[in-house]
């Protein structure tokens, strides 16, 4: 079965940077939108940034002009680059993919809603 393998997360300081990256396990075929959303403790799941498979993309207002979602298709990764970040940016981060085609033997499968399993992002002093 597909995966979704984050990676990335840690401790940073306000005002520093991290880099998130998540990609899926097994013989991928195509990937349609790819995107991260955070859920802090005690808030419901929120969307932080998505971009489909031609590049465009949406950010959550809290972190325009900070953030940067980036693709490569070749390796079917997604990327969430973090700057300036804020105590208000501590959450746990989930990569998600709307859908995807894999090969599954001889055939191609297409499945929906795929999550990472979430990666800790802490921004303290």
């Known amino acids: 079965q597909v995966q979704l393998v984050e990676s990335g997360g840690g401790l940073v300081q306000p005002g520093g940077s991290l880099r998130l990256s998540c990609a899926p396990s097994?013989?991928?075929?195509?990937?349609?939108?790819m995107g991260w959303y955070r859920q802090a403790p005690g808030k419901q799941r929120e969307l932080v940034a998505v971009i489909t498979r031609r590049g465009r993309t949406n950010y959550a207002d809290s972190v325009k002009g900070r953030f940067a979602i980036s693709r490569d298709n070749a390796k079917n990764t997604v990327y969430l680059q973090m700057n300036s970040l804020k105590p208000e940016d501590t959450a746990i981060y989930y990569c998600?993919?709307?859908?995807?085609?894999?090969?599954?033997?001889?055939?191609?499968?297409?499945?929906?809603?795929?999550w990472g399993q979430g990666t800790q992002v802490t921004v303290s002093s």
């Open positions: 097994g013989s991928i075929f195509s990937i349609n939108t």
């Open positions: 998600n993919v709307d859908s995807l085609t894999y090969y599954d033997v001889t055939r191609l499968v297409t499945d929906y809603d795929y």
